[in-house]
């Protein structure tokens, strides 16, 4: 129904809008009484062998919700009724900030891929706490940045108030330092930046009472020399683990008119780049830290194939556009009838 009578229609307005339109449809209709039993009742696969325990945290299943969906934690409720183990939000930052100018999000239908460079656009960790709150069994990570306006030599600043911020209300924290959309953001990535930076965050986390994990979400076109960096790093700050990966700069091999606009690309472009990234992570830190998997996953041979690489959760975004609510339903009874995943 999605494919042939839904996606059709949506595709036909403008994605920034539609991305609205359905969340405020999507907000409407769980109104309803009744029905958010029922939509979980079409969508969640309920089954142990589904389970997963990471960082302290229980999941009841290995596929989430992708940051960048949810930035302001307005719809978490409703969008983990279509079956999603976790659901992350963000990137939040501490003012709010309005993004980039619009257009700023594009689909590449004949790539399957979407373009975005919406910088960070949110209403501020402090307007996303009043509905975190009202938080009771969702699993949420909380995706933090910094502003568009804080200097690089400052940033830390930025990130140590939305830790603070979130900290009661999420279950993990991913530092973002990897999107191409705010300026010069990706240079906090280098080694040193990197390491001060996760660092401070890590030793005001075990200042806490009770330390949450703490991930960095890095970007898919890093080299081999900077992943083996992010390696080193990882385990000198002793951070949770690594989100792998990021949209890309990357334009290789598309078709769509569009592919010359600005921002990260993400979408089945990205599937194969993510995946030997968090192939490479694995095996040169010998599988020494969790890592989730995202970046075209489209299908359930493609979220198959990042968990055989080592992740070991996965997300989804484009993916979830392009396919629609049940491609949730469809992964996770592809885990459980793999016999390579256990």
């Known amino acids: 129904m999605y494919q042939y009578f839904i996606k059709p229609i949506l595709f036909l307005g403008d994605p920034e809008w539609i991305h609205y339109f359905t969340f405020s449809l999507i907000k409407l209709v769980n109104k309803i009484p009744g029905i958010s039993q029922f939509i979980r009742l079409l969508y969640v696969v309920n089954h142990p062998k589904l389970e997963r325990e990471l960082f302290g945290i229980k999941f009841k299943n290995p596929v989430g919700l992708a940051a960048g969906f949810d930035k302001d934690a307005k719809l978490y409720k409703e969008l983990s009724n279509f079956g999603f183990g976790f659901i992350e939000i963000g990137t939040l930052t501490p003012k709010p900030q309005s993004g980039n100018s619009k257009k700023r999000l594009f689909r590449l239908p004949e790539d399957k891929g979407l373009i975005n460079r919406m910088g960070f656009n949110n209403e501020g960790v402090e307007a996303a706490i009043p509905r975190l709150d009202k938080n009771k069994n969702i699993i949420i990570g909380g995706n933090i940045g910094k502003n568009k306006a804080t200097p690089n030599n400052k940033a830390v600043d930025d990130y140590r108030f939305c830790f603070n911020s979130l900290y009661p209300f999420v279950d ?43 991930l960095l979400k890095i970007a898919p076109d890093l080299n081999k020399d900077q992943l083996l960096d992010i390696i080193n790093i990882i385990k000198k700050t002793n951070v949770a683990g690594v989100i792998a990966t990021n949209t890309t700069l990357s334009r290789k091999d598309l078709k769509s008119s569009n592919q010359f606009e600005s921002g990260g690309l993400s979408g089945k472009p990205l599937t194969d780049k993510s995946t030997e990234v968090i192939r490479f992570l694995v095996e040169k830190s010998n599988k020494a830290f969790p890592i989730i998997g995202v970046g075209g996953i489209h299908k359930p041979n493609d979220a198959i194939e990042k968990l055989n690489a080592g992740a070991d959760l996965i997300q989804l975004y484009t993916g979830f556009v392009y396919e629609g609510p049940a491609v949730v339903k469809r992964i996770n009874r592809a885990i459980l009838s793999s016999n390579k995943i256990v």
């Open 172 to 214: 993990y924290f991913v530092v973002n330092v990897s999107s191409p959309n705010t300026p010069n953001l990706r240079a906090l990535q280098e080694k040193k930046p990197l390491t001060e930076l996760l660092k401070t965050l890590q030793d005001l986390n075990n200042s806490k009472e009770k330390p949450k994990p703490i």
